[in-house]
Structures are given as structure tokens and as C-alpha cells.
């Protein structure tokens, strides 16, 4: 069985009238539930986003089945508790742990009938560069066929549960898997939600 822990303060407003003077009283009131463990309730501010727009850097891919993190100068905004990581296109994680909804929306260019996977990844060894094998989520797989080639860019969506802690590093892969192949992510946005 879990302890829980109970925090109480008390909060009200009493305003009242006497002789034509007004009094106003105030004090607290909060209840906080917390497991052991835990930083309390859930953070549900906790959120970032990291973009590419009108990016024309393409993704060098060197081998048939390779995979690479997204290239592109990467924008932010709406980061709570995240911050651009200084070194590499991803988003560092500055709470203390929660579970999140990543959610990536992209549109991109590959070679004729190139077919393209791509991925959420999280790198949880702020040390360690970010690898797109080792730290690709295999839950948020997707493949597209880039088509004939023409000037039409093809469109996809991931969107998957993480958990993430203090420092873990979350980012955008692409993957080629028909040949060595480059791979233009033009437009990216990656959403991280609690």
C-alpha cells in the first residue's frame, strides 16, 4: 500500500461591514496529495516546443536503412520547465520527472519513391551524444513514401507517451530506408506536453 501525505492550509476571503468601515480577512487554503517519491501534483505546465521552418539543410543519410537526428537550425517556444539544449536539435527536460505526450508534425523531400521512417527519440545520458538507433522510441515509428519526385513535400504526424526525468533529451529522427539518401525536413514541429 502506498503513504499518502496530506498538506492543509486553510484560504478564505470574509469581508465584512461595520459602522460604514469594511474589514477583509484573508488566509489559505490548499490540500496537496503526494505518494513518497514524488515532487507533488502533476505538473501540468511542463511543456516545450521545438520547430524547424522553411529549413533547407537536409539530413545527410550514408547508408540504405540509415538514421540521423533531423538537421536544421531548430527554433523554441513555449517552454516550461525545458529548455533548447546548448550542444544538439533537442529539447532538454528541466523538472523532475513526468510522463509526457510528444506529438511531431513534419513535412519533407526525399528521392523518388524513397520510402522514410521517422521517430521521437530521448536521450536519457546528457554525457553521451544523442544516438538515433540507441535512442529512438520504437513506439512512435512511422514510414512514408516520398513519391515521384516533384516539388511536393509529403506530410506526417508521430505522436507517443514518454516518461521523462531531470536532463533527459528529447528530439526529432528521420530515416531512409530505401537507399543512401538525403532526407530535407523543411518544416518540424515537435510538441511536449504533460
Do not use: W
Not at 503513504?3 to 476571503?13: D, M, R
Not at 496529495?33 to 537536409?58: C, H, M
Not at 533531423?70 to 520527472?97: P, W
Not at 507517443?160 to 530506408?177: A, E, G, P, S, Y
Amino acid at each position: 500500500m502506498t503513504a499518502v501525505e496530506i498538506i492543509k492550509q486553510q484560504n478564505a476571503v470574509v469581508v465584512t461591514e461595520e459602522d460604514s468601515s469594511i474589514g477583509i480577512t484573508t488566509s489559505n487554503v490548499s490540500v496537496l496529495l503526494t505518494a513518497p517519491g514524488t515532487q507533488g501534483p502533476p505538473r501540468s505546465e511542463d511543456s516545450g516546443v521545438i520547430y524547424l521552418k522553411n529549413n533547407t539543410i537536409p539530413t545527410p543519410i550514408s547508408i540504405a536503412n540509415g538514421r540521423a537526428v533531423a538537421s536544421g537550425t531548430m527554433l523554441t517556444s513555449s517552454l516550461v520547465n525545458f529548455e533548447k539544449d546548448a550542444s544538439t536539435n533537442s529539447l532538454k527536460y528541466k523538472g523532475t520527472n513526468g510522463r509526457f505526450h510528444a506529438i511531431a508534425t513534419f513535412s519533407f523531400y526525399s528521392g523518388s519513391q524513397d520510402t522514410c521512417g521517422f521517430y521521437i527519440g530521448v536521450n536519457r545520458d546528457a554525457s553521451s551524444p544523442l544516438d538515433a538507433d540507441a535512442d529512438r522510441i520504437s513506439e512512435s515509428e512511422i514510414y512514408v513514401n516520398a513519391g515521384t519526385q516533384s516539388n511536393q513535400p509529403k506530410n506526417g504526424a508521430i505522436q507517443v507517451l514518454v516518461q521523462l526525468t531531470t536532463n533527459d533529451r528529447i528530439f526529432f529522427i528521420v530515416q531512409n530506408k530505401t537507399k543512401s539518401d538525403d532526407i530535407l525536413v523543411e518544416f518540424m514541429k515537435l510538441v511536449v506536453r504533460s
